[in-house]
């Protein structure tokens, strides 16, 4: 077996980019895979998953202009890249912005044309190939001839999806069984399907006892304790411990010491209604005075979910099962409330409740469902009182009149699951206040792909805003074949990345 080469990785990322279908594309990758050296698997799953081992290399677009001559022959192994960028990494103190420069260029020196454009996009953060985890996921099986579950468990274990593939294609399933949920790393968090109302909820998961559980307008935590030392996590697995201090003290004042819990924080009013979400989040985002922050904005807790508890992990475990857990474990005051029932019509007095006391909704799970981690599992649907979508921010139109200078008009794309590309849905620019203008038209010329013209700004798919709309309708206007009607903005999502958009699939289902 022959050294894999950069060369390889950018002839089969234009070969993934060029083919839409989705089992071309795990075809096109599986083939590099499965020819890649052990000390090589990691480095290709990640530069082919638009990644870098190091993930940050403190390379901006700016150190990307102005490239010297390409080499006529490819001979650079991943290996050698790998190596390199881990030395520009390295630079640090005086003299290291020049340093760092110098290995770029030496880097950008030694490889062919091809191989400076795919690193110009692995580096600039914009591959565009599809190969988003799903697809890597099933590319990484076939080419270890391991089943896409084993890898699945595997990357919500691990939570890193080069390891979790150069496991795969070095061990297959052993190495694959060897990851175990650790106290302190997180795990990628359950999602939940969407219903339009209570009984279509019930409908979904089959009949049967449904738990039916407060849906808060929070920010989604996982918390992990080992002895005397807790650490919290956001959905987006990024650490927010300091920022969340009452959390920890509650997590403190637990008995058991050994554990891991999913759930929400959330600041709440004097009467015990919540806050507006940009409160909460504002507050959780802050790193910087935060004790004052807590006398002003206090944040309050609720679990629903407990992965682990003194020492047993309850994954594969029924909701029931773990849920009971997670009451042996908690007092009732920092549980989630939650109804178990067969009625839908006590359900919708539940869901009504909830509204009543200006939460979000509803969450119904199954009680036989394990924790799917990472996935949008079949087992949890969520049901809100209006239609609202977590879509992806493609392009965005400059604005006229009060709106000059600023990016206004939004174009708004789904994920399509089988592609890993976004399909656009419509257009709105409704819901924006000036100061939302503002800050959008800051953060999305800081992300465009490409230049901006007098009309139109496209973006990287990288913002994820929550839109609120009055239905789906057949239109030809658009690709996917359907349009918005009515949509405004609610809200940006800085807590959930592209991968946690709606689907195509999912605003299929509500076409009128």
Same mark, same amino acid.
């Given at each position: 077996?022959?050294?894999?080469? /950069? ?21 096109h ?67 290291? +912005? ?15 044309a ?78 939940? +399907? ?15 006892p ?14 992990h304790?080992?002895?005397? =030392?807790?650490?919290?996590?956001t ?7 300091? +920022? ?16 891991v ?90 869901f009504? =409740? ?7 909704? /509803? ?27 977590? /879509? ?19 174009? /708004? ?5 089988e592609?890993?590309?976004f ?60 349009a ?14 592209? =991968? ?8 299929? +289902?509500?076409?009128?």
């Amino acid at each position: 077996m022959r050294t894999v080469l /950069l060369i390889d990785l950018a002839r089969t990322s234009s070969a993934v980019a060029a083919d839409p279908a989705r089992l071309a594309k795990i075809r096109h990758l599986a083939e590099l895979l499965s020819r890649v050296e052990p000390d090589e698997a990691e480095i290709a799953v990640a530069y082919l998953s638009g990644e870098l081992p190091q993930r940050q290399i403190g390379v901006g677009w700016r150190s990307l202009q102005d490239l010297p001559e390409p080499r006529q022959i490819a001979t650079a192994s991943l290996t050698e890249v790998d190596a390199l960028l881990s030395s520009i990494k390295a630079q640090s103190g005086p003299g290291s +912005q020049a340093a760092r420069k110098d290995l770029l260029e030496r880097l950008f020196r030694s490889v062919t044309a091809q191989e400076q454009a795919f690193l110009l996009r692995l580096l600039g953060g914009e591959m565009r190939q599809g190969a988003l985890n799903g697809v890597m996921i099933e590319a990484v099986a076939k080419a270890a001839a391991t089943p896409a579950a084993e890898v699945r468990r595997a990357l919500t274990l691990r939570g890193w999806l080069p390891a979790v593939g150069a496991a795969a294609l070095t061990g297959g399933v052993e190495a694959l069984r060897s990851f175990r949920l650790e106290v302190g790393r997180p795990v990628a968090p359950m999602l939940a +399907q969407s219903a339009p109302n209570v009984a279509a909820a019930f409908e979904k998961l089959g009949g049967g006892p449904v738990a039916l559980e407060w849906k808060l307008d929070g920010v989604r935590v996982q918390a992990h304790r080992s002895g005397d =030392e807790v650490k919290v996590f956001t959905r987006t697995l990024d650490e927010i411990t300091a +920022q969340v201090p009452e959390l920890v003290e509650a997590v403190l004042g637990l008995s058991a010491e050994d554990l891991v819990l999913d759930g929400e924080v959330i600041a709440l009013r004097p009467d015990g209604r919540p806050e507006p979400f940009q409160v909460t989040a504002s507050r959780v985002a802050s790193k910087i005075e935060t004790e004052r922050l807590r006398g002003t904005t206090p944040l309050s807790v609720f679990f629903f979910d407990a992965l682990r508890v003194n020492g047993e992990d309850l994954l594969d475990l029924p909701d029931g099962e773990r849920h009971a857990a997670l009451e042996r474990a908690v007092p009732a005051g920092l549980i989630t409330p939650r109804l178990v029932t067969s009625d839908p019509e006590e359900g919708m007095a539940f869901f009504t =409740e909830v509204l009543r006391q200006g939460h979000e909704g /509803l969450v119904a799970k199954s009680p036989a469902t394990p924790y799917a981690a990472g996935r949008r599992g079949a087992g949890w649907v969520k049901v809100k009182p209006r239609h609202t979508l977590d /879509l992806v921010v493609l392009a965005a139109e400059w604005g006229h009149g009060r709106r000059q200078g600023k990016l206004s008009n939004l174009h /708004l794309g789904a994920r399509d699951p089988e592609s890993g590309e976004f399909v656009m849905l419509g257009k709105t620019f409704k819901g924006l206040t000036d100061e939302l203008l503002a800050w959008q038209t800051e953060r999305f010329l800081a992300i465009a792909d490409g230049p901006s013209d007098e009309w139109m700004v496209r973006l990287r798919p990288e913002m994820v805003v929550e839109i609120a709309f009055d239905g789906v309708q057949r239109s030809p206007r658009y690709p996917g074949g359907m349009a918005l009607r009515f949509a405004r903005v609610l809200r940006y999502r800085p807590d959930k990345s592209p =991968e946690d958009a709606d689907t195509v699939d999912s605003v299929r +289902q509500l076409l009128l």
